[in-house]
């Protein structure tokens, strides 16, 4: 453990503007993990029953409209300071969140799915900036490492906010929101503090980047098909996202249908909290395998595997504590997958046109979530069984691989 964090504590003094950038990622986490519990737990209230439909509108919701800006949020990463951009998401995510807790006071589910689609929208701006950015910040030898750590962090704040946001919701979900939109005030904080991350196009108006935006989307899928290794580090989070969808639909019904923890918000915040965990110790072992020898390509694969095997175990259960076990083998996967491609990506793009790569990667990821969500959403209210929401993930999951 002390060699681990002396690890940890030598990667921030060799980058220390990607150290702030990790603090102000870290705070925006907990807070909006807290805000998808209180709004999937108010989605399901109002669905009625165990709302798995209502659920799945509900992801649907929030990835879809992120899906849809990556094309948009990956030009501008390539054409304008990635500095202002992540401070720009972070302020506009604060305002619009403060309006969702306002919103879930009058229990008015309509609109607040409205704010949540606003504040997606927004949200697509961030990752194509961020990942430019770390391109940027941290030294080559060190960005496996970075993303190892950037890994484990989204799950320990995943976990964190999970956990008590399955507790925050229980005393309100107006407070579980209007705690997230402090937490996206403090991030915006920090992220003044980087240094300037300018680009090639940073001459130009955001009028001049949105009317050159079809031909940068478009050169930036060439980019993205001149190689065998970029375009598989584009590709290779989207059979994830295939099989997740349908497997957090399926955690959700799980804990209206079996309440081990002592209510439903409560138990989900720990099925989430508990796959939150996996996702951060996978990308810590397998960084450290792959730094020992371990071949990427095995990893790729032993990633991909126990995202089925946890997924379909968890379909399998009739709850209890025990399906806890599939749910961190499942996150272990998909942890150490996105951990894989989000380094080859940075590897293997060029700092003008990562911004663009990392757009159509999280363009094919949120969007394949989504769909996969109300897919896995419609087979349970069809069937009225878990496991053919874990059989429609698997399945499209598999065409994906």
């Keep these: 453990m002390a060699q681990t964090s002396m690890r940890w504590l030598a990667l921030f003094r060799r980058n220390p503007a990607f150290f702030r950038m990790w603090l102000a990622e870290c705070a925006s986490l907990a807070g909006d993990?807290?805000?998808?519990?209180a709004v999937s737990v108010l989605a399901a209230e109002q669905g009625g029953g165990e709302g798995a439909l209502a659920v799945a509108v509900t992801l649907a919701v929030y990835e879809l409209p992120m899906a849809a800006m990556r094309p948009v949020a990956g030009v501008l990463a390539?054409?304008?300071?990635?500095r202002n951009l992540l401070v720009f998401v972070h302020v506009f995510q604060a305002v619009l969140?403060?309006?969702m807790a306002e919103r879930a006071l009058a229990r008015d589910v309509t609109t607040l799915q409205a704010l949540v689609f606003v504040r997606s929208i927004v949200a697509g701006l961030d990752w194509p900036a961020r990942?430019?950015?770390?391109?940027?910040?941290v030294v080559e030898e060190d960005r496996m490492a970075a993303n190892a750590l950037g890994g484990a962090s989204w799950s320990a704040m995943y976990a964190i906010g999970m956990a008590l946001g399955g507790l925050v919701t229980t005393l309100g979900v107006p407070?579980?929101?209007a705690l997230d939109a402090v937490t996206f005030a403090v991030a915006a904080l920090l992220l003044t503090t980087l240094p300037a991350i300018p680009t090639r196009g940073a001459e130009g108006g955001v009028l001049d980047a949105l009317a050159k935006a079809r031909a940068d989307f478009v050169e930036g899928l060439v980019i993205a098909r001149s190689s065998v290794e970029r375009f598989r580090a584009v590709a290779s989070k989207t059979p994830l996202g295939l099989l997740g969808g349908a497997g957090v639909v399926l955690l959700n019904v799980l804990a209206q249908r079996s309440a081990f923890a002592g209510s439903a918000a409560l138990t989900l915040g720990v099925l989430q909290a508990t796959r939150g965990l996996g996702t951060g110790l996978g990308p810590l072992l397998v960084e450290r395998a792959i730094a020992?020898?371990?071949r990427l390509a095995h990893a790729r694969r032993m990633a991909g595997l126990f995202g089925v095997v946890g997924v379909a175990a968890v379909g399998a259960s009739s709850g209890g504590w025990w399906c806890l076990v599939p749910a961190w083998l499942w996150g272990m996967g998909v942890g150490s997958n996105w951990m894989i491609s989000s380094a080859e990506l940075q590897r293997h793009s060029d700092d003008e046109a990562i911004g663009r790569l990392?757009?159509?990667d999280l363009l094919s990821v949120e969007a394949s979530f989504a769909f996969s969500a109300l897919a896995g959403g419609v087979a349970?209210?069809?069937?009225?069984r878990l496991g053919s929401a874990a059989a429609v993930g698997i399945a499209l999951g598999s065409l994906g691989w």
């Excluded at 993990?33 to 519990?37: E, H, I, Q, R, Y």
């Excluded at 349970?380 to 009225?384: D, L």
């Design 292 to 294: 020992r020898g371990f």
């Design 78 to 82: 390539d054409r304008f300071d990635r």
């Design 97 to 99: 969140t403060a309006l």
């Design 358 to 360: 990392s757009g159509l």
């Design 380 to 384: 349970i209210e069809v069937t009225g």
């Design 175 to 177: 407070l579980a929101l």
């Design 33 to 37: 993990w807290f805000s998808l519990v």
């Design 131 to 137: 990942n430019g950015a770390i391109r940027r910040l």
